[in-house]
Protein backbone atom coordinates (compact mmCIF):
# COMPACT_ATOMS: atom_id res chain seq x y z
CA UNK A 1 0.00 0.00 0.00
CA UNK A 2 1.66 3.56 -1.26
CA UNK A 3 0.81 6.32 1.15
CA UNK A 4 0.44 9.63 -0.45
CA UNK A 5 2.99 12.45 0.79
CA UNK A 6 0.83 15.40 0.92
CA UNK A 7 1.92 19.41 0.66
CA UNK A 8 0.85 22.97 0.39
CA UNK A 9 -0.75 23.58 -2.81
CA UNK A 10 1.84 24.68 -6.46
CA UNK A 11 0.48 28.33 -5.82
CA UNK A 12 1.36 28.45 -2.29
CA UNK A 13 4.68 27.26 -3.19
CA UNK A 14 4.92 30.15 -5.51
CA UNK A 15 4.29 32.77 -2.87
CA UNK A 16 6.44 31.10 -0.18
CA UNK A 17 9.36 31.90 -3.24
CA UNK A 18 7.79 35.42 -3.48
CA UNK A 19 7.64 35.50 0.42
CA UNK A 20 11.56 34.28 0.39
CA UNK A 21 12.87 37.06 -2.05
CA UNK A 22 11.11 39.67 -0.43
CA UNK A 23 11.57 38.85 3.26
CA UNK A 24 12.64 41.94 4.97
CA UNK A 25 12.99 44.88 3.22
CA UNK A 26 14.78 46.58 6.35
CA UNK A 27 18.10 44.60 5.20
CA UNK A 28 18.58 45.68 1.94
CA UNK A 29 17.52 49.23 2.39
CA UNK A 30 19.83 49.82 5.55
CA UNK A 31 22.56 47.93 3.24
CA UNK A 32 23.50 45.87 7.04
CA UNK A 33 24.75 42.24 6.13
CA UNK A 34 23.52 38.95 7.33
CA UNK A 35 27.00 38.27 9.02
CA UNK A 36 26.92 41.50 10.84
CA UNK A 37 23.21 41.28 12.22
CA UNK A 38 23.65 37.56 13.01
CA UNK A 39 27.15 39.12 15.17
CA UNK A 40 25.05 41.60 16.99
CA UNK A 41 22.28 39.09 18.32
CA UNK A 42 25.01 36.40 18.90
CA UNK A 43 27.29 39.30 21.32
CA UNK A 44 24.61 41.49 22.12
CA UNK A 45 21.76 39.73 22.61
CA UNK A 46 23.08 36.58 23.14
CA UNK A 47 21.61 34.22 20.91
CA UNK A 48 21.21 30.68 20.27
CA UNK A 49 24.39 31.10 17.91
CA UNK A 50 26.85 28.56 16.35
CA UNK A 51 30.78 29.19 16.40
CA UNK A 52 32.03 30.95 12.79
CA UNK A 53 28.43 31.12 11.55
CA UNK A 54 28.33 33.13 8.29
CA UNK A 55 26.22 30.85 6.04
CA UNK A 56 23.09 33.14 5.75
CA UNK A 57 20.79 30.36 5.68
CA UNK A 58 22.21 29.98 9.29
CA UNK A 59 21.41 33.43 10.23
CA UNK A 60 18.43 34.99 12.81
CA UNK A 61 15.29 34.77 11.31
CA UNK A 62 14.64 38.97 11.09
CA UNK A 63 11.73 38.99 8.49
CA UNK A 64 7.79 37.06 9.56
CA UNK A 65 7.63 33.86 7.51
CA UNK A 66 4.13 34.90 6.63
CA UNK A 67 4.86 38.53 5.67
CA UNK A 68 4.91 37.23 1.63
CA UNK A 69 1.46 35.88 1.58
CA UNK A 70 -1.96 37.35 1.21
CA UNK A 71 -4.07 37.28 4.31
CA UNK A 72 -6.39 34.46 2.69
CA UNK A 73 -3.37 32.56 1.48
CA UNK A 74 -1.59 33.15 4.52
CA UNK A 75 -5.12 31.42 6.32
CA UNK A 76 -4.80 28.09 4.03
CA UNK A 77 -1.17 27.50 4.64
CA UNK A 78 -2.12 27.73 8.16
CA UNK A 79 -4.52 25.46 8.06
CA UNK A 80 -2.19 23.46 6.42
CA UNK A 81 0.28 23.45 8.88
CA UNK A 82 -2.08 22.24 11.44
CA UNK A 83 -2.50 19.22 10.05
CA UNK A 84 1.27 18.07 10.73
CA UNK A 85 -0.12 18.61 14.33
CA UNK A 86 1.93 21.84 15.37
CA UNK A 87 -1.21 23.78 16.54
CA UNK A 88 -2.56 23.56 19.78
CA UNK A 89 -5.99 22.89 20.59
CA UNK A 90 -6.87 26.03 21.78
CA UNK A 91 -5.14 29.42 21.78
CA UNK A 92 -1.99 30.25 19.53
CA UNK A 93 0.63 27.65 20.84
CA UNK A 94 3.85 30.79 19.96
CA UNK A 95 1.87 32.71 22.76
CA UNK A 96 2.64 31.20 26.23
CA UNK A 97 2.68 33.85 28.86
CA UNK A 98 4.68 31.96 31.37
CA UNK A 99 3.60 35.53 33.85
CA UNK A 100 5.31 32.62 37.20
CA UNK A 101 8.69 31.92 34.78
CA UNK A 102 8.69 35.57 33.84
CA UNK A 103 8.78 36.53 37.73
CA UNK A 104 11.09 33.73 38.90
CA UNK A 105 14.04 34.39 35.92
CA UNK A 106 13.30 38.30 37.09
CA UNK A 107 14.14 37.08 40.36
CA UNK A 108 16.68 34.55 39.92
CA UNK A 109 18.61 35.51 36.95
CA UNK A 110 18.38 39.73 37.11
CA UNK A 111 21.00 40.32 39.88
CA UNK A 112 21.41 44.20 41.52
CA UNK A 113 17.48 45.59 39.91
CA UNK A 114 14.43 45.68 42.57
CA UNK A 115 13.25 48.21 41.00
CA UNK A 116 13.17 46.87 37.39
CA UNK A 117 11.99 43.33 39.25
CA UNK A 118 9.02 44.91 40.73
CA UNK A 119 7.60 47.04 37.60
CA UNK A 120 8.57 45.02 34.56
CA UNK A 121 6.67 42.49 36.53
CA UNK A 122 3.55 44.51 37.71
CA UNK A 123 3.50 46.03 34.25
CA UNK A 124 3.25 42.59 32.31
CA UNK A 125 1.33 40.90 34.15
CA UNK A 126 -1.80 43.78 34.30
CA UNK A 127 -1.29 43.99 30.71
CA UNK A 128 -0.98 40.23 30.35
CA UNK A 129 -4.61 39.90 32.88
CA UNK A 130 -6.60 42.64 31.39
CA UNK A 131 -7.93 41.65 27.67
CA UNK A 132 -9.81 45.08 27.22
CA UNK A 133 -6.68 46.82 27.38
CA UNK A 134 -7.60 50.52 26.42
CA UNK A 135 -3.92 50.88 24.69
CA UNK A 136 -0.63 48.98 24.08
CA UNK A 137 1.98 48.78 26.63
CA UNK A 138 4.85 51.18 26.52
CA UNK A 139 7.93 50.64 28.31
CA UNK A 140 10.86 52.32 28.39
CA UNK A 141 14.04 51.23 29.81
CA UNK A 142 17.00 53.31 30.79
CA UNK A 143 20.50 52.81 32.30
CA UNK A 144 24.08 52.50 31.05
CA UNK A 145 25.05 49.70 28.73
CA UNK A 146 25.25 46.55 30.23
CA UNK A 147 22.95 46.87 33.39
CA UNK A 148 20.60 44.37 31.89
CA UNK A 149 18.01 46.44 29.74
CA UNK A 150 18.68 43.84 26.39
CA UNK A 151 18.57 40.79 29.08
CA UNK A 152 15.07 41.94 30.41
CA UNK A 153 13.66 42.24 27.41
CA UNK A 154 14.81 38.40 26.59
CA UNK A 155 13.21 37.66 29.54
CA UNK A 156 10.30 38.83 28.82
CA UNK A 157 9.94 37.33 25.44
CA UNK A 158 11.22 33.85 26.37
CA UNK A 159 8.43 34.07 28.62
CA UNK A 160 5.99 35.28 26.42
CA UNK A 161 6.61 33.74 23.37
CA UNK A 162 7.52 29.97 22.56
CA UNK A 163 9.97 30.77 20.50
CA UNK A 164 11.15 33.72 22.79
CA UNK A 165 13.22 36.42 20.95
CA UNK A 166 13.01 34.41 17.62
CA UNK A 167 9.21 34.22 17.74
CA UNK A 168 7.37 35.33 14.52
CA UNK A 169 4.95 37.47 17.14
CA UNK A 170 8.61 39.42 18.47
CA UNK A 171 10.54 42.25 16.26
CA UNK A 172 13.70 43.29 17.24
CA UNK A 173 14.83 46.78 15.88
CA UNK A 174 18.04 48.06 16.62
CA UNK A 175 18.46 52.17 15.53
CA UNK A 176 21.89 52.76 13.86
CA UNK A 177 21.57 48.91 12.20
CA UNK A 178 18.05 49.13 10.61
CA UNK A 179 17.77 52.73 10.34
CA UNK A 180 21.34 54.10 9.65
CA UNK A 181 20.59 57.17 6.68
CA UNK A 182 18.73 60.08 7.89
CA UNK A 183 17.97 60.52 4.38
CA UNK A 184 16.50 57.87 3.84
CA UNK A 185 13.49 58.01 6.95
CA UNK A 186 10.76 58.76 4.76
CA UNK A 187 11.27 55.42 3.40
CA UNK A 188 12.03 54.04 6.76
CA UNK A 189 8.74 54.86 8.23
CA UNK A 190 6.71 53.48 5.05
CA UNK A 191 8.80 49.92 5.30
CA UNK A 192 8.44 49.93 9.64
CA UNK A 193 4.99 50.74 9.78
CA UNK A 194 4.28 48.15 7.31
CA UNK A 195 6.03 45.53 9.37
CA UNK A 196 4.63 46.29 12.44
CA UNK A 197 0.76 46.27 10.98
CA UNK A 198 1.74 42.92 9.45
CA UNK A 199 3.18 41.05 12.86
CA UNK A 200 -0.19 42.50 14.35
CA UNK A 201 -2.24 40.94 11.83
CA UNK A 202 -0.61 37.31 12.35
CA UNK A 203 -0.34 37.51 15.67
CA UNK A 204 -3.00 38.17 18.48
CA UNK A 205 -0.15 39.96 21.00
CA UNK A 206 3.11 40.95 19.72
CA UNK A 207 6.18 42.63 21.24
CA UNK A 208 7.89 44.83 19.67
CA UNK A 209 12.27 45.74 20.61
CA UNK A 210 13.75 48.94 20.15
CA UNK A 211 17.23 49.06 21.08
CA UNK A 212 19.00 52.33 21.21
CA UNK A 213 15.70 54.28 20.85
CA UNK A 214 17.80 56.92 21.47
CA UNK A 215 19.20 57.05 18.31
CA UNK A 216 15.82 56.61 16.50
CA UNK A 217 15.15 59.81 14.52
CA UNK A 218 11.86 61.51 15.90
CA UNK A 219 10.07 61.15 12.59
CA UNK A 220 10.06 57.24 13.17
CA UNK A 221 8.60 57.29 16.54
CA UNK A 222 6.03 59.45 15.37
CA UNK A 223 5.29 57.09 12.21
CA UNK A 224 4.80 54.28 14.86
CA UNK A 225 2.94 56.61 17.37
CA UNK A 226 -0.85 55.89 16.16
CA UNK A 227 -0.44 52.56 17.45
CA UNK A 228 0.59 53.02 20.65
CA UNK A 229 -1.99 55.86 21.13
CA UNK A 230 -5.41 55.37 22.80
CA UNK A 231 -7.07 53.91 19.58
CA UNK A 232 -9.27 51.69 19.10
CA UNK A 233 -7.91 50.81 15.81
CA UNK A 234 -5.88 52.13 13.17
CA UNK A 235 -7.03 51.74 9.12
CA UNK A 236 -9.13 48.94 10.67
CA UNK A 237 -6.76 47.34 12.96
CA UNK A 238 -6.23 46.60 16.73
CA UNK A 239 -2.92 47.45 18.33
CA UNK A 240 -4.27 47.04 21.89
CA UNK A 241 -2.57 43.50 22.51
CA UNK A 242 0.93 45.05 21.47
CA UNK A 243 4.06 45.70 23.80
CA UNK A 244 6.49 48.22 22.85
CA UNK A 245 10.36 47.96 24.75
CA UNK A 246 12.21 51.16 24.07
CA UNK A 247 15.68 50.49 25.42
CA UNK A 248 18.20 53.31 25.69
CA UNK A 249 20.76 55.00 27.68
CA UNK A 250 18.87 58.16 27.92
CA UNK A 251 19.37 58.75 31.87
CA UNK A 252 22.10 56.78 32.95
CA UNK A 253 24.38 59.25 34.36
CA UNK A 254 21.34 60.40 36.47
CA UNK A 255 20.60 57.25 37.68
CA UNK A 256 23.87 57.08 38.78
CA UNK A 257 23.98 59.80 40.38
CA UNK A 258 20.77 59.05 42.68
CA UNK A 259 22.44 55.43 42.95
CA UNK A 260 25.77 57.37 44.33
CA UNK A 261 23.48 59.87 46.76
CA UNK A 262 22.13 57.00 48.80
CA UNK A 263 25.93 55.01 49.22
CA UNK A 264 27.23 58.19 50.28
CA UNK A 265 24.58 58.76 53.03
CA UNK A 266 25.01 55.65 54.37
CA UNK A 267 21.42 54.24 53.04
CA UNK A 268 20.91 51.03 50.91
CA UNK A 269 20.47 50.63 47.28
CA UNK A 270 17.66 48.91 48.02
CA UNK A 271 16.22 51.68 49.29
CA UNK A 272 15.72 53.79 46.18
CA UNK A 273 12.33 53.74 45.49
CA UNK A 274 10.40 54.70 41.53
CA UNK A 275 8.96 58.09 43.17
CA UNK A 276 13.02 58.68 43.42
CA UNK A 277 13.66 58.06 39.61
CA UNK A 278 10.88 57.73 37.69
CA UNK A 279 10.11 62.15 37.16
CA UNK A 280 13.92 62.29 36.86
CA UNK A 281 13.81 59.79 33.89
CA UNK A 282 10.69 61.52 32.47
CA UNK A 283 12.39 64.98 32.61
CA UNK A 284 15.71 63.43 31.25
CA UNK A 285 14.41 61.78 27.84
CA UNK A 286 11.99 65.37 27.49
CA UNK A 287 15.53 66.67 27.67
CA UNK A 288 18.26 64.26 25.41
CA UNK A 289 19.18 64.66 21.97
CA UNK A 290 17.59 62.46 19.45
CA UNK A 291 14.18 61.47 18.97
CA UNK A 292 12.41 60.28 22.61
CA UNK A 293 12.58 64.22 23.35
CA UNK A 294 11.48 65.55 19.62
CA UNK A 295 8.65 62.76 19.08
CA UNK A 296 4.75 62.57 20.39
CA UNK A 297 5.73 59.73 22.06
CA UNK A 298 6.66 62.22 25.18
CA UNK A 299 4.41 65.13 24.27
CA UNK A 300 1.53 62.38 24.42
CA UNK A 301 2.31 60.69 27.76
CA UNK A 302 2.02 57.28 25.64
CA UNK A 303 5.08 55.73 27.52
CA UNK A 304 3.47 53.88 30.67
CA UNK A 305 6.30 53.11 33.30
CA UNK A 306 10.30 54.84 33.01
CA UNK A 307 12.15 51.75 33.69
CA UNK A 308 15.63 52.70 35.68
CA UNK A 309 18.46 50.06 35.45
CA UNK A 310 20.86 51.25 38.56
CA UNK A 311 24.34 50.42 37.99
CA UNK A 312 25.69 47.45 39.17
CA UNK A 313 28.53 47.17 42.16
CA UNK A 314 31.11 44.37 42.99
CA UNK A 315 29.19 41.39 44.09
CA UNK A 316 26.51 41.75 41.41
CA UNK A 317 29.09 41.41 39.26
CA UNK A 318 30.31 38.45 40.79
CA UNK A 319 26.97 36.82 40.73
CA UNK A 320 26.73 37.91 37.01
CA UNK A 321 29.98 35.69 36.46
CA UNK A 322 28.74 32.69 38.61
CA UNK A 323 25.90 32.32 36.22
CA UNK A 324 28.43 32.71 33.24
CA UNK A 325 30.04 29.59 34.73
CA UNK A 326 26.77 28.00 35.33
CA UNK A 327 25.83 28.22 31.98
CA UNK A 328 29.31 26.15 30.85
CA UNK A 329 28.29 23.67 33.14
CA UNK A 330 31.23 24.94 35.81
CA UNK A 331 31.11 25.71 39.32
CA UNK A 332 33.60 28.89 40.36
CA UNK A 333 35.26 29.29 43.37
CA UNK A 334 35.09 32.22 44.83
CA UNK A 335 38.44 33.19 44.36
CA UNK A 336 38.22 32.93 40.59
CA UNK A 337 34.54 34.84 40.65
CA UNK A 338 36.86 37.58 42.95
CA UNK A 339 39.56 36.98 39.97
CA UNK A 340 36.83 37.46 37.71
CA UNK A 341 35.55 40.61 39.22
CA UNK A 342 37.95 42.92 40.03
CA UNK A 343 39.27 42.49 36.26
CA UNK A 344 36.38 44.97 35.72
CA UNK A 345 36.46 48.74 35.52
CA UNK A 346 35.13 50.37 37.99
CA UNK A 347 33.53 53.92 38.64
CA UNK A 348 33.71 57.25 40.06
CA UNK A 349 37.67 57.38 40.04
CA UNK A 350 38.01 57.68 43.64
CA UNK A 351 34.97 55.43 45.07
CA UNK A 352 34.98 52.88 42.26
CA UNK A 353 31.39 51.53 43.23
CA UNK A 354 29.98 50.80 40.09
CA UNK A 355 31.13 48.42 36.91
CA UNK A 356 31.83 50.90 34.12
CA UNK A 357 30.46 48.16 31.58
CA UNK A 358 28.23 46.09 34.06
CA UNK A 359 27.83 42.36 33.12
CA UNK A 360 27.85 42.76 29.74
CA UNK A 361 31.39 41.39 28.76
CA UNK A 362 31.37 38.54 31.69
CA UNK A 363 30.31 35.92 28.88
CA UNK A 364 33.92 36.59 27.06
CA UNK A 365 36.13 37.52 29.97
CA UNK A 366 35.61 34.33 31.87
CA UNK A 367 37.14 32.38 28.76
CA UNK A 368 40.48 33.87 30.52
CA UNK A 369 39.70 32.30 34.07
CA UNK A 370 38.70 28.76 32.55
CA UNK A 371 41.02 26.17 33.67
Given at each position: ?????????????E??QMA??D??????I?????YYFN????N??????????????QQ?????M????P???S???R????????C??S?DC?I?N?????????Q?????Q????S?????????????????P???S?????????NF??RI??????????KS?????F?????F?????????K??LR?????????????L?I??E??KL???L????K????????????????????F???I??A???????DFW???Q??????????EH??????????????????M??H????????L??????V?L??H????????????G???????A?????K???????????????R?N????
Amino acid sequence: MLLKLTGPPDHLIEYAQMARADFFKFESISNVSTYYFNYIYCNIWEGDCQPHQDDASQQVPIGDMWSGFPQYYSGILRAWYCTLGQCCDSGDCRITNNLTGLERDLQVKLHGQHLVQSVVLKAIQGFIKNPDSNKPLTLSFHGWSGTGKNFVARIVADNLYRDGIKSECVRLFIAPFHFPHVRLVDVYKGQLREAIRDIVLRCPQTLFIFDEAEKLHPGLIDAIKPYMDHYDNVDGVSYRRAIFLFLSNIGGAAINEVALDFWHSGQNREDIGMEDLEHLLQAEAMEANGGFAQSELMSGHLIDFFVPFLPLEYRHVKLCAHDAYAARGVQPDEGTLDEVAKAMLYVPKEEKLFSAQGCKSIPQRINFFLP
